[in-house]
């Protein structure tokens, strides 16, 4: 049995990363590597990356290389093309100029966004349109699409460690172009140390990371769809989702509560606003006893909300 309506103070903590607080030291505890530096040299070139504070600052630091100006606009293009974007990108792009959904004559610059590990089915068109593309990679650290260009088609890619990694901080920012000048980031020395070698001690365990995935992706995708939710997006064998989402098909009528409700029992989650889904954790550091307690949590919801 789970315990659903514990003390705040012994609830679980499920988290959309895989950071947990037992990382916290192991993080601390990992012997000096340099093998996240060979592995990004191998993946985006000698002189084609850069750590960053985090996945924002990585679109901020390519932002900058445009000049852009307060009426320039920058179009958010993402793979489901719903409206829902994050308000890290939106705000980060509001520091230099506005933003908007369509390509219109003032666009100045496309950001493509790979939506929760799935990339945007339709790079070669918008690669054709000749403007300048940033490719927010921040949930695609393992996916690619059948011509394995994920991160390539633009003049930059961005990527998020926490997402996929359990850290607290660090990003990525990739120039296909190689940097002409060496950037500025928020990261100070130690920080780009810890972010380097505990990299480099998670790194090389990247096939066990991306099997348990998709074990437990494909063991709550099951379980959901017997509780008459179905999967938002298709999957492949080339792609690992960064989230579970699911279309609700109605079924839980307040999804706003259904969040809220989650949060209670110590899972974070949220919605795909613009449709009836939602997203909660699906990472490598979940069992399945971890996908039953969740969907325990929303069946108790069900029955007592709906």
């Known amino acids: 049995m789970f315990v659903l309506n514990p003390d705040p103070f012994l609830l679980p903590a499920y988290r959309i990363s895989p950071f947990q607080t037992r990382h916290l030291a ?22 084609g990356w850069m750590f960053t504070f985090n996945g924002r600052e990585a679109i901020r630091l390519a932002l900058k290389k445009y000049h852009l100006k ?48 799935y990339p945007h089915p339709q790079m070669n068109e918008i690669q054709a349109l000749g ?24 003049d930059f890619a961005t990527y998020s460690f926490p997402k996929f990694f359990p850290v607290q901080i660090g990003g990525l920012l990739v120039s296909n172009q190689g940097f002409s000048e060496v950037l500025s980031t928020d990261l100070n020395k130690d920080e780009q140390a810890y972010v380097e070698q505990t990299l480099s001690n998670y790194l090389p365990q990247n096939n066990d990371i991306v099997t348990q995935r998709r074990d437990n992706f494909q063991y709550a995708a099951e379980t959901f769809k017997n509780m008459g939710f179905s999967l938002r997006f298709e999957t492949s064998d080339l792609v690992v989702p960064s989230v579970l989402m699911l279309n609700n098909h109605h079924q839980i009528k307040d999804l706003p509560a259904l969040k809220v409700f989650l949060a209670d029992h110590g899972i974070q989650s949220s919605i795909f606003y613009g449709e009836d889904a939602f997203f909660i954790p699906c990472h490598q550091h979940m069992n399945v006893v971890d996908v039953n307690y969740i969907s325990e949590v929303i069946l108790s919801f069900k029955s007592n909300k709906n």
Not at 81 to 110: A, G
């Open 26 to 47: 192991q993080n601390t505890q990992w012997p000096a590597s340099d093998f996240a530096q060979q592995y990004f040299d191998a993946r985006f070139g000698k002189n």
């Open 131 to 154: 403007l300048p593309i940033i490719e927010d990679c921040c949930t695609t650290f393992f996916s690619q699409d059948a011509a394995g260009r994920v991160g390539q088609y633009g």
């Open 70 to 117: 307060p009426l320039d606009v920058v179009t958010i293009l993402t793979t489901s093309e719903n409206f829902y974007i994050s308000s890290c990108v939106t705000k980060t792009i509001e520091e230099f100029c506005q933003w908007n959904r369509t390509v219109t004559h003032d666009t100045k610059v496309i950001l493509v966004n790979h939506e929760f590990g």
